[in-house]
């Protein structure tokens, strides 16, 4: 692409900061959510609410959720992931909005940047129902308490290593390898039209849930609202997908990033199980 086809500072900040917008929205309704349940008083967890800051919602003390309690922790779910997810697409959407302005240019058809954006979404809303199916029925029969950790060190030491062999196993580096290089999922699987751009940010949402999901996993085990360790794997996966190596290191910094957290969380649940 020549120069004229390239975003201008304008449209890049748009993208940029739209989506970090929402992000940080995330993070706020997260942050006002962490306060709530530290500072409330235990009693008040049987007020009827709605994952609003200041309705005081709490995961019911006795582990008996209702139809409701459900609904919160998958909304808490999606709305967690959009916060921590959103960043590491931001150069994967600046791609997708590029190409649009140079079919743009050439009298082709056009779509709307957000929709591919949507679509991505899309995959970790899917993702966030699967995890609340499976936390739910944890919290009924006790392996989990009322502040979403893991209370059984057989749970956590079979959830961290499972996380730990993905982490080792091919289909790992395969989806980071898609997640780090999207020009060839933009470029060579371009679908026009709103459906298709829609089902191109699904595409690549679900690269990025095959590649990340045994990560968030683990929040079964150190707290699904523990913020540290969330923004901690934040962190991780920022790294892991954005970080710019020379392309002679690109396969051995996969492998590192990779391998090194797999023995790591291998050798805690190992530890977990015999503990």
Known sequence: MNSQEQLSRI???IVIFGILAISIAGWYFLFAMDSNMSSMSMNMHTMSATWLPNTYWMPPVDNNW????????IIMWIIMMTAMMSPSIIPTVLMFATVNKSKQ?????YTP????????????????IVIS???????????????????NNYLSGIVLIIA?????????????DKCRSPLSLVMS?????????????????????????????????AGVMNLYFVIILTIFVLLEKLILTPSSFEKTFQKLITVIPGICFIGVGIYFLFY
């Open 133 to 151: 199916v499976i936390q739910y029925p944890l919290h009924q029969v006790s392996l989990m308490n009322p502040m979403m950790s893991s209370i």
């Open 105 to 109: 240019k050439n009298n082709l058809q």
């Open 113 to 128: 940047t957000y929709i591919f954006y949507f679509g991505y979404l899309i995959a970790w809303v899917l993702f966030s």
């Open 11 to 13: 449209q890049k900040n």
């Open 66 to 73: 209702g139809s409701n309690d459900f609904y919160q922790l």
């Open 164 to 176: 730990g062999i993905y982490q080792l196993t091919p289909y790992k580096n395969a989806c980071l």
């Open 189 to 221: 699987n371009w679908r026009d039209g709103n459906l298709g751009a829609l089902r191109m940010g699904l595409d690549h949402g679900f690269y990025c849930v095959f590649c990340c999901w045994f990560l968030m996993a683990i929040l079964l085990v």
